[in-house]
């Protein structure tokens, strides 16, 4: 079985393999027959791409990211659907579609109904949905299953603010949490001219607060220091991707 | 193009089933996987071509050049579908609006033959008792209908076949052509006496042909019969570095674009039906051979069928951007998909297999 899921940038997709790897034992699935060549999508140029295949037993997965919530529709739409229609028989599609998005400020009915405006596939937050397609062989109806998950979600935020709430899950790392957010709340009107977004402050916070964990690393990109961490002791954030054990 | 097939249902035809295509091009491209139904495609089509039973055994032994294979009877009764006694079931409809719909049905029974009419069949053999023998009662017909007249002809021909008369099947009456239709099998390059013919008749067709044959020899300067020892004709290519040679001491890729362009020509105003196209072919020479049938076809008015398996051929028929941007070819992916128990098809626009293609190496094969 193959599903794919989609995610906004590249640390997502960072966090979400090392789930897949840690939690459910997937492995990474080099295509040397070419067997999923033909369900890659490839990523246009100037997107900063992701896009790598896990596997498990039978089950394989593709984790893509689309460098930001904005290109998730249309990256669904251009490359996903010709995929779906394309195709009938489950090893030539994705039977499972995952889309994960930071919820920010707006509300998941929002998001539902932004997706579904831009690619005509329903997506329903934290649900499986059972979709129909028509495919171009004769015309035969395919199904697949869709799934939104929005991150955090119990609260507004983006997935730093999940990031920062696994953190807090550690008493030593929680006063640092707190601190580290603390000092980019005030020092934000200062900071104005870069801190220009909520989404960039939570970056901001999350950076400060592995800067200070990592001193020695403070200079390494924020995607490797990540992937040096252990996520599966951290609550939080196998909570939020239990979608994935659903996968297989 | 008043002949070319606009749609086609093959209700039953050797592995086909139930398989119907819709807005046909100029250009069709077959793809799929081994025994798909890709060549039973081609073949459907030259069937109906000429619905008598002449035409319809010398198609049953098609395949059987390159194989020891049973009599002319066994290859006629595998070519009929298996799963009931339906028979072969096809109807196409071409853009004129005319329309022809073909059947060939009945069943095998066992029956009594006597030594006389054995001998009547096979003069050089003599049989002295009588022979229970299978032999195949039916009738072959088809229906002809004419839009601009309204005219709806009907032919019907009784058959009884055997193992014995079908030896003789050329015997078997019936000129009934109703479309121009020439076939091309991965093999027939190795043969091409008629191709060669036609395009020596031609004049400016031959010149045309000698310079596409210049992809393969740029020192190509013509092509001609010569005289062997014994007096008989034989196709030579003539050569400014080489002379004159022998054409069967040529490479395989000059052979296979003459009777590409022999098919061409010979399919004026009709159906081309190009099996395996790539065959012989180097994969560097692909675009020049495919702008070239390309030209030739629309020159000759010619709708074009053909088979491939090469992912390559499929790339470089779409690097042609004159048939992309004028749509005038599809791509038509055959799959046998036994749990519907049908052969299901996918057709796509060039554009679309292109798209699909760069965005996510799309495989329009499968």
């Not at chain 2, 081309?272 to 076809?297: G, M, P, Q, R, S």
Request: aromatic share 10%; glycine share 4%.
């Amino acid at each position: 079985m193959n599903s794919l899921v989609l995610c906004e940038g590249k640390t997502d997709a960072i966090l979400l393999s090392y789930v897949l790897i840690n939690q459910y034992g997937y492995k990474p699935f080099k295509d040397e027959n070419g067997d999923k060549k033909n369900l890659t999508p490839i990523f246009n140029s100037n997107l900063n791409e992701y896009a790598y295949w896990y596997k498990n037993n039978n089950s394989f997965v593709l984790i893509c990211s689309v460098d930001g919530c904005d290109n998730i529709s249309e990256f669904f739409s251009k490359y996903i659907i010709p995929i779906q229609k394309n195709d009938y028989k489950n090893e030539n599609i994705f039977e499972k579609i995952v889309i994960i998005r930071d919820k920010d400020d707006k509300t998941n009915e929002e998001i539902e109904e932004v997706i579904l405006s831009k690619t005509n596939i329903s997506f329903l937050s934290n649900k499986w949905e059972k979709v129909c397609i028509e495919t171009k062989f004769d015309n035969i109806n395919s199904f697949f299953l869709t799934y939104l998950l929005i991150i955090p979600i119990e609260h507004s935020g983006a997935l730093e603010d999940v990031v920062l709430t696994a953190f807090s899950e550690d008493d030593n790392k929680k006063i640092i949490v707190e601190k580290s957010c603390k000092f980019i709340d005030d020092i934000k009107q200062d900071a104005s001219t870069y801190l220009v977004s909520r989404r960039l402050i939570s970056k901001a916070k999350l950076g400060v607060t592995l800067a200070i964990m990592s001193p020695e690393k403070v200079f390494h990109f924020i995607d490797e220091m990540l992937k040096n961490i252990d996520w599966t002791k951290y609550n939080t954030i196998m909570t939020t991707f239990n979608v994935l054990s659903e996968l297989a | 193009m008043e002949n070319r097939i606009n749609k086609i249902f093959v209700k039953n035809f050797r592995g086909l089933v139930d398989l119907e295509l819709n807005k046909l091009n100029r250009i069709n491209v077959l793809v799929g996987d081994n025994n798909s139904g890709k060549t039973s495609f081609l073949e459907c089509i030259k069937l109906i071509s000429n619905p008598n039973l002449n035409n319809a055994i010398t198609m049953c032994t098609t395949r059987t050049k390159q194989l020891r294979a049973g009599s002319f009877f066994t290859e006629f009764i595998n070519m009929l579908p298996k799963r009931d006694n339906s028979g072969i079931n096809i109807s196409c409809i071409f853009d004129s609006g005319n329309e022809l719909k073909y059947r060939l049905n009945g069943n095998v029974v066992q029956t009594l033959i006597n030594p006389i009419e054995m001998s009547e069949y096979i003069k050089i053999i003599k049989f002295d008792s009588m022979q229970n023998i299978s032999q195949f009662n039916g009738k072959i017909g088809y229906d002809f209908y004419n839009k601009n007249t309204q005219d709806i002809k009907k032919n019907e021909q009784e058959i009884k076949l055997n193992a014995f008369n079908a030896f003789n099947y050329r015997s078997f009456k019936g000129k009934s052509n109703l479309m121009k239709v020439a076939y091309i099998s991965p093999v027939d390059y190795a043969g091409i006496n008629r191709s060669f013919d036609i395009i020596i008749k031609n004049e400016k067709y031959k010149e045309i042909v000698i310079e596409s044959l210049k992809i393969f020899d740029p020192y190509i300067e013509d092509i001609l019969y010569m005289k062997d020892d014994f007096g008989d004709p034989i196709e030579c290519v003539k050569n400014s570095k080489v002379g004159i040679i022998p054409l069967s001491c040529y490479g395989d890729g000059v052979k296979k674009l003459l009777s590409v362009a022999g098919g061409i020509a010979s399919a004026n105003n009709g159906i081309l039906l190009i099996d395996e196209f790539e065959t012989a072919i180097h994969i560097k020479n692909y675009d020049d051979v495919f702008n070239f049938v390309d030209k030739a076809c629309e020159k000759f008015n010619v709708q074009l069928f053909i088979t491939t398996h090469s992912i390559e051929a499929v790339d470089e028929l779409l690097k042609i951007d004159s048939l992309v941007e004028n749509s005038d070819i599809n791509f038509i992916t055959l799959r046998k998909d036994y749990d519907l128990n049908k052969t299901v098809s996918r057709t796509l626009s060039a554009r679309e297999v292109r798209e699909n293609r760069k965005n996510f190496d799309f495989e329009v094969r499968l």
